[in-house]
């Protein structure tokens, strides 16, 4: 199992411009999370999915974010227009059920 | 709500020495309780999780954490800690039917 991807790794882009995060769960797995992760707020849940259906967005920090599951094995991360105070590491993670989560690697995203 | 606190946000210990890392957690119901470790620049992994049955559970890396219903705490341990040890530790507790909180964390520091 080659666990949960996430691409890119890092990603630097400029004040304004759009970035998409994406990740590949575990084949099998119901549950999708995406958490971000800094060093004043820590591990923040933005957003989680079941069977593709967004559950809670409510940790969406406002309208520029966005997310998608459009099938079991792809979901994407949107930030349209990013702000530097958007840097952080964002990771996805997917579980069956809620029996403990398997985390990706995260994407380091920094905003200039 | 469900909450999860992690007593210590930092916890200093000297190689080799035994170690203790804190959790309470706030809930009347059945839970379920998880630790995980994430070592610097990578994502969360799953340490030890207790669903059911013996109170004691034993994790990857030599730790292992005591369910403890009357006292509402998930205490993680390790009698003698590694270098290799040295990392942030959430602890999480989920009641099954919702997501995982996570606690704010606690950082490892091993000393020579």
């Known amino acids: 199992d080659a666990g949960v991807i996430q691409s890119p790794r890092h990603e630097v882009t400029e004040m304004g411009q759009e970035v998409t995060l994406r990740c590949k769960p575990i084949?099998?797995?119901?549950?999708l999370f995406w958490y971000r992760q800094t060093m004043m707020r820590g591990l923040e849940l933005l957003i989680y999915?079941?069977?593709?259906?967004?559950?809670?967005d409510s940790g969406m920090p406002e309208d520029r974010f966005s997310a998608k599951m459009p099938n079991a094995s792809f979901s994407t991360l949107k930030i349209q227009p990013s702000e530097p105070r958007d840097s952080a590491v964002y990771f996805c993670?997917?579980?069956?059920?809620?029996?403990?989560?398997?985390f990706g690697s995260g994407t380091r995203l920094t905003v200039v | 709500a469900q909450s999860v606190t992690q007593l210590d946000s930092q916890v200093p210990v000297f190689e080799e020495a035994p170690v203790e890392l804190r959790c309470n957690y706030s809930s009347s119901v059945s839970v379920y309780l998880f630790w995980y470790v994430q070592y610097p620049n990578q994502g969360l992994q799953l340490l030890l999780k207790?669903?059911?049955?013996?109170?004691l559970v034993k994790g990857i890396n030599g730790f292992e954490a005591e369910f403890n219903k009357s006292q509402t705490s998930f205490h993680l341990r390790k009698p003698s800690v590694h270098i290799s040890d040295t990392a942030e530790y959430f602890c999480?507790?989920?009641?099954?039917?919702?997501?995982?909180?996570f606690g704010k964390g606690t950082r490892l520091h091993i000393l020579p």
């Open positions: 999915f079941n069977n593709n259906v967004p559950i809670d």
């Open positions: 207790y669903l059911s049955g013996s109170t």
């Open positions: 084949s099998g797995h119901d549950y």
């Open positions: 993670a997917s579980s069956f059920q809620f029996y403990g989560y398997t």
């Open positions: 999480a507790v989920t009641q099954g039917d919702d997501k995982i909180i």
